[in-house]
């Protein structure tokens, strides 16, 4: 299976991998999002390890079932042959109704393919008021490249 762009990445290419990224996280579909890794893809989210599709699609499937409303932000940040960085933020909430932003980096590296076969992620989670969101459900076509606030 192909997933274009391959490597060896343009910064356009790039782009269009981050922001497809974005697209499918922001489905929330664990089996949709799951078909852009190989077989075997290594991660790290925070200080949890998984390998492997099946691995990739339980974790989603338990995160997106306590993270509620959860809707995304990916931002370039640098990317090589075979590599990108990205940034991104994300808000949703509990089940309580307590609402957070999660701020984080990821570091992807993709095989001949264009799949992604490792992704390393560090996340950081800051809680805001639901009057403090800025991040309401996907992103609509006219802001994607729009790079977002740090803070």
């Not at 925070?46 to 995304?72: C, H, M, N, P, S």
């Not at 940034?87 to 932003?101: A, D, L, P, T, V």
Request: hydrophobic share 35%; no cysteine; charged share 30%.
């Amino acid at each position: 299976m192909t997933r274009p762009p391959v490597p060896p990445f343009t910064e356009a290419d790039a782009l269009a991998k981050v922001q497809a990224a974005e697209d499918a996280w922001n489905t929330r579909d664990p089996a949709r999002v799951a078909l852009a890794y190989t077989p075997d893809s290594l991660w790290r989210n925070r200080d949890t390890f998984v390998t492997g599709r099946q691995e990739i699609e339980r974790f989603l499937t338990e995160k997106w079932a306590r993270e509620l409303d959860y809707a995304l932000r990916k931002e370039l940040w640098a990317f090589g042959d075979d590599r990108i960085a990205v940034r991104f933020q994300y808000e949703w909430r509990e089940s309580s109704g307590r609402w957070w932003r999660s701020y984080g980096n990821e570091l992807w590296e993709f095989d001949g393919e264009g799949l992604m076969r490792r992704r390393e992620a560090s996340i950081n989670d800051v809680p805001i008021t639901e009057a403090d969101r800025r991040i309401h459900g996907p992103r609509p076509p006219a802001e994607h490249g729009i790079p977002f606030p740090l803070a």
